[in-house]
């Protein structure tokens, strides 16, 4: 049984010229033959500038944010893939794809491909386009090479310019007269000049293409063309640029920092090798500690809508930077079809890698987290030794987190810090030799390291947010997997 294949058409940048590339999509053998198999929508909306000629300096804005609100339009209805039947918009065909995670067929590729496969190189073609296309040089990029090119001369090409966007032009659908001729006298120039084939860097041609091959020219119905290359294959597979989802706001300064980790860790030599972030940044989040010991709001449902927009904005993977949420990842995400990259998992995984799993690891974090357990189970199933503070210790962790002048409260230094020194060290004395930062306001005050000296001690300070970072810099190279 054949797989369906969802077409979207743009309309409205020529009305008579998309209208005819369907028709031809219906009408196409490949179609015909597999009536159960295609799905086409055609997509039409008003355009303000589609009266306007398509001169040597037409601005392409309102043009694009057309084409890209019908093709976010047709990608939300899960077409597969979507035709654009106009040389003006092609040119920017690669930026409209860039935005999106549907493939939008190359008009240009389907032409070059007829051409090569049916016409010697070599072989002098003329080109009837805009001014536009014409400044544009599409055909000397992808046709240059291998074939001469001739366009209509001056008088003929003004003509042409008139018939096709002109006052009861062809693009109105005065398919015969004044139109046809200067259309036909376009092309006895560039036959003039020697090409044996006519090749359309205008859609409407296709309206008046019949009518000049029974005058005993060679034209390319570039809307036959392009039908046939839908058709013909399956869409070519699209891997969009990995997108990282960020749950944000637990805490505001820690989903910074982990940003700021995210792009110090990533291999760029300019602004376009970074990785795509989308970030909600949802202080409104219930806080997780006071829903684990003290039975507080359950910030699950709102974790969880988090989680779905940045599902709805088209991310790969996505990343909590906050310990104690992680006791509600489980139950979350057996709902979502994107991972959650675990990052305790994660930095249990870079400690046993990195310091092997007989090192005593000492863990400093929030109530919740020591509460939930939820590093203690990671830590298991690795066959690590975690350490936690002893009571009084433990307030000294909370204090330094959650206190008046605690990190929460904006501050990284002075009091903050000295709470957080005493309970490492307190730590140490009971034989770790790594401590996790496992709050992730932690690494705002203790920075990921090695080797750092705490009173006596030399120990490793682990920062999970790196971790996590390194893993998702990590992923966006890769096939886009957690595994």
């Known amino acids: ?19 005819d590339l369907f028709y031809k999509l219906v009408k ?7 009536q159960g198999r295609y799905h086409f929508l055609f997509e039409q909306h008003p355009f303000k ?10 601005s392409m804005t309102a043009r694009k944010f057309y084409v890209f609100q019908v093709c976010k339009t047709f990608e939300n209805s899960g077409v597969d893939s979507v035709l654009l039947p106009c040389f003006a918009s092609q040119t920017f065909r690669d930026e409209i794809q860039q935005e999106l995670d549907i493939p939008v067929l ?28 014409r400044r544009c040089g599409v055909f000397e990029q992808r046709l240059g090479p291998h074939f001469t090119l001739v366009y209509p001369e001056d008088d003929a090409q003004v003509a ?36 044996t084939v006519i090749v359309p860097g205008m859609t409407e041609l296709s309206l008046v293409c019949g009518e000049l091959q029974r005058r005993g020219l060679s034209v390319l119905d570039i809307n036959q063309i392009y039908a046939e290359f839908a058709t013909q294959a399956d869409a070519p597979a699209r891997q969009p640029p990995f997108k990282l989802g960020i749950v944000g706001g637990v805490g505001p300064a820690a989903t910074v920092d982990f940003m700021g980790k995210v792009v110090a860790h990533t291999p760029a ?8 972030m989308v970030v909600e940044q949802n202080p409104q989040i219930p806080d997780r500690t006071a829903n684990l010991l003290r039975d507080e709001t359950d910030p699950t449902l709102a974790l969880y809508a988090t989680c779905k927009r940045l599902e709805s904005a088209g991310v790969h993977a996505i990343a909590i930077p906050c310990n104690t949420a992680h006791a509600y990842v489980e139950r979350i995400q057996a709902h979502l ?33 020591l509460q939930s357990q939820v590093y203690h189970q990671a830590a298991r199933r690795s066959g690590l030794q975690l350490i936690t503070p002893g009571f009084d ?34 730590l140490c004395e009971q034989g770790a030799k790594v401590l996790i930062l496992g709050c992730t306001e932690l690494p705002l005050v203790l920075a990921h390291c090695e080797v750092v000296e705490i009173g006596a001690h030399r120990v490793a300070l682990v920062d999970p947010t790196t971790v996590l970072a390194r893993r998702c810099v990590s992923l966006s190279s890769g096939a886009h997997r957690i595994g």
């Open 393 to 426: 210790y433990q307030a000294l962790v909370m204090a330094a987190i959650y206190g008046e002048r605690g990190i929460k409260a904006g501050f990284t230094e002075g009091v903050c810090r000295e709470q957080l020194l005493l309970a490492a060290e307190h």
């Open 106 to 133: 190359d008009m240009m590729q389907a032409l070059v491909e007829h051409i090569t496969r049916s016409i010697a190189p070599g072989t002098t073609l003329g080109v009837i386009a805009s001014d536009f296309v």
């Open 49 to 58: 500038d589609v009266l306007l000629p398509l001169d040597r300096n037409a």
């Open 160 to 195: 042409l310019m008139a018939a096709m966007y002109g006052v009861n032009g062809i693009k109105d659908g005065y398919l015969d007269g004044v139109p046809l001729e200067s259309v036909y006298q376009a092309c006895l120039s560039v036959q003039g000049q020697g090409a």
């Open 337 to 369: 079809r994107v991972p959650i990259v675990n990052m305790l998992s994660e930095t249990v995984e870079w400690i046993v890698h990195t310091y092997g799993s007989g090192q005593a690891v000492g863990l400093l974090a929030t109530s919740g987290t």
């Open 269 to 276: 030599g300019k602004d376009q090798d970074h990785i795509k």
């Open 1 to 19: 049984m054949s797989t369906t294949s969802r077409l979207g058409i743009v309309g409205g940048l020529g009305s008579l010229a998309g209208g």
């Open 28 to 34: 196409s053998r490949a179609v015909l033959e597999d």
